[in-house]
């Protein structure tokens, strides 16, 4: 199991980011010339707990969201509805039982002017803290 897989698992699930990216839910990077708008997830970083004994099976992880549209409009809806996914998710998904997932941090973005960015997307970083066995 990971996290980031866990992570797809819900936002594909949900009805609402659906509706919006379809299948378009990406690992780390969005792939050239694929349709806005998107989402992209990475494992920013992941701790393991320790016990008395041993390495407890709890782990804390910090998953990156990208949320990726043609205007700023758009990617606030499609941010809110990521959060709205995420956010208080308890379950089991892709073999990880989730205690918890919470927002930690939201960062807008701008975009460069450089050649081969994607000039005129708009973008919402969000980073999320899970709680997962």
């Known amino acids: 199991m990971s996290v980031e897989k866990a992570t797809r698992s819900i936002l594909t699930g949900d009805g609402t980011v659906s509706g919006l990216v379809s299948t378009r839910v990406y690992p780390i990077k969005r792939p050239q010339g694929t349709a806005l708008p998107a989402v992209t997830y990475e494992l920013a970083a992941e701790t393991m707990t320790d ?32 959060r709205s996914a995420l956010v208080n998710y308890t379950g089991t998904t892709q073999g990880a039982a989730i ?28 980073d999320y803290v899970i709680w997962y066995t």
């Open 51 to 82: 016990a008395l004994e041993d390495q407890g099976a709890l782990k804390r992880a910090r998953v990156s969201v990208q949320s990726m549209a043609a205007t700023y409009g758009g990617v606030k809806a499609l941010a809110a509805a990521v």
């Open 99 to 126: 205690d918890s997932y919470r927002e930690e941090t939201l960062n807008d973005l701008s975009e460069d002017r450089n050649p081969g960015s994607d000039e005129g997307t708009y973008r919402i970083v969000a």
